[in-house]
């Protein structure tokens, strides 16, 4: 290790605060992918497009919140000294903490007679306050990222150790949940193989254990992580060890820090926020669905809902230990072609094994170790698109999430849309359908995702503006060489 990543390296108490810092997300995350669209139609017996109708509004909400909350946590200073991330942060938390518990629970005061648009009514605003909350965390925490850590190794660790956690979060609702459902297990056949009403003590336990362990590791994040301001660099920072890695023309030309609409001039702006958006099409939409395509197509019992993502999410902890070394050796851009490779395969095998038995457990080790591949590097290409430009960095996650979201929820409810039956119970066309959904969210989405690589494999990732402005400022340098006390530096 260099000198220069050793002085930037956070020790491991301060790396391990901060990746707990989503811990509380990721763990309603999980639910609301795994289990919102089963618990709406299987559990509570809402229609098909009333399920989709209810994760659109969550994903729309959500990717209209991101934005406005990056551009605000940007420009905002914070609650006093405790600085403008973890204040978002915090405010993100308690919303989360305060609208959770409805969703994942019957409506208050309604029963089997009660209208299902009126029920529709009910869970709306907690789920856009949730989603409020979500985005709130996920921008002020991904911000984070390029203000603690200057080095693209670091990032990438960085985001490894956040995505680890995320990992651990899925493994514990799912390991939960598995545990629920076993107890409920002694009470019959049909009540253990059937999900119904009766499982709405499930999810709602569930979804408590979930906040009271995601409180905890939100406390200890505000705890153990200690906000770096981007505005503090300037002159009494400027000629220390680290000036390399600032803004090198910050003193002298303050244009250079890029402004929201200066990002929406830069193409590769949008050949990552395509890449993002794929990544997280092919993650969330395959979490939302494989429950469907066990209990739908492969006719297991719902004890498989919580065991199939507990195996996918344990190869994704044991892939993201990986990730450093691998993007070192062979680059960010080949390490997350490797994970479309193991997401390509998992697709061919669910298309040409339609009764796979006990080979699901492999598919799942497949796509776990993928989706968490493609996840990891894209965060960290994201990171490495920001540089130092961190004061409006938690507007580009802003925008990221943005489209990840919108297509999101656009996607669930065009599946939603086609979906062959209509009622609670699952028609035979179900079989074929979830089937295919399977298979067209994974390699379908994985084929765009490879395009989109190869763009910035032919044009990779940079700043036009930024390097535009510094070439102009070079030229002005060279007219008054005897002047420029920076000269050294640009070099």
Known sequence: MSESESESALPLCKRLSYAVGHFLNDLCASMWFTYLLVFYHSVLGFQNSYAGVLLLVGQVADGVCTPLIGYESDRTAGCGTYGKRKTWHLIGTISVLLSFPFIFNQCIGCDLSTPQWASLVYFIPFIVVFQFGWAATQISHLSLIPELVSSEHAKVELTAYRYAFTVVANITVYAVAWILFHFQSGEGPSVADNLGPVDIPVFRNLSLIVLAVGALFSLLFHLGTRETKAEQSDDEDYGSSEGERQPLLSRNSPSTAMQWQHWLREPSFYQVAVLYMCTRLIVNLSQTYISMYLTNTLLLP???????????????????????????LIGKCMTYFMGLVLILVFSYWVLLDTEMGNGVYGAAVLLGAGSATILVISLAMTADL????????????????????????????????????????????????????????????AVVAALCLCTILIWPIKIVRRLAVMNGLMSSDGEDSENSSDSGVIN
């Open 302 to 328: 719902k004890k498989y809902i919580a065991t199939i993502p507990l195996v996918m999410y344990v190869s994704g902890f044991v892939s993201s230990f990986i990730m450093k070394p691998f993007s070192k």
């Open 386 to 445: 920001i540089a130092d430009q961190t004061q409006s960095g938690a507007f580009v996650y802003g925008a990221m999430s943005f489209t990840d979201k919108v297509a999101n929820g656009l996607g669930v409810i065009i599946i939603q849309g086609l979906h062959p039956c209509h009622t609670q119970a699952c028609c035979p066309a179900c079989m074929w359908y979830y089937h295919y959904v399977m298979v067209i969210v994974t390699g379908g989405v």
